[in-house]
T-cell receptor, first 114, second 115 residues
Framework: EAQVTQNPRYLITVTGKKLTVTCSQN?????MSWYRQDPGLGLRQIYY???????DKGDVPEGYKVSRKEKRNFPLILESPSPNQTSLYFC?????????????FGPGTRLTVL | AQKITQTQPGMFVQEKEAVTLDCTYDTSDQSYGLFWYKQPSSGEMIFLIY??????QNATEGRYSLNFQKARKSANLVISASQLGDSAMYFC????????????FGSGTKLNVKP
């Protein structure tokens, strides 16, 4: 089954404790992206990657890091989480070629930073 | 700058009636794609429908259709014969040609279908 997986699905942590949210896709997509969803703001892009070792900032990259060492994986790293990073996070993947290539989303990770 | 605007934070519709969810966009790209996604209370994002900026006909997918008015920069989603399972958040999104790596989402519309 074609899918994007994220782990963990739920996470409660404390300020400053480094964490990683994993994302993996099995569709051989070149393009992957991370979003955060906050009430009233919709989804905002954090980082995206066009292919292995190619990443770039989205609209809200502060406080986040990513890496793309393998095509299927795109982890999101919070080196020193803060309460304002409490949010619902989505990973997505797609083919990169045309505007019509829709994204396939993971199930989401609900993060709470105390 | 690219921007998506959804002006209806919440809407109600009677079961079996049609409903239109509004979406306007702002872009300087000549070629772009417009998407609608559904987010039920369980949280996942479900792709519904796509419209390309150069598509001459409005997109349709089952009970979903997209009322695309390019000159007005609007891409409204029409759901016909609403069902209780249509109750969800709906997001309009855009992907540009000049930078097709960036997706822009609206703030969403919460649709409630009444029995």
């Amino acid at each position: 089954e074609a899918q994007v997986t994220q782990n963990p699905r739920y996470l409660i942590t404390v300020t400053g404790k480094k964490l990683t949210v994993t994302c993996s896709q099995n569709m051989n997509h070149e393009y992957m992206s991370w979003y955060r969803q906050d009430p009233g703001l919709g989804l905002r892009q954090i980082y995206y990657s066009m292919n292995v070792e190619v990443t770039d900032k989205g609209d809200v990259p502060e406080g986040y890091k990513v890496s793309r060492k393998e095509k299927r994986n795109f982890p999101l790293i919070l080196e020193s989480p803060s309460p304002n990073q409490t949010s619902l996070y989505f990973c997505a993947s797609s083919r990169p070629g045309l505007p019509g290539d829709t994204q396939y989303f993971g199930p989401g990770t609900r993060l709470t930073v105390l | 700058a690219q921007k998506i605007t959804q002006t209806q934070p919440g809407m109600f519709v009677q079961e079996k009636e049609a409903v239109t969810l509004d979406c306007t966009y702002d872009t300087s790209d000549q070629s772009y794609g417009l998407f609608w996604y559904k987010q039920p209370s369980s949280g996942e994002m479900i792709f519904l429908i796509y419209q390309g900026s150069y598509d001459e006909q409005n997109a349709t997918e089952g009970r979903y259709s997209l009322n695309f008015q390019k000159a007005r920069k609007s891409a409204n989603l029409v759901i016909s014969a609403s069902q209780l399972g249509d109750s969800a958040m709906y997001f309009c999104a855009m992907r540009g040609r000049n930078n097709f790596n960036k997706f822009y989402f609206g703030s969403g519309t919460k649709l409630n279908v009444k029995p």
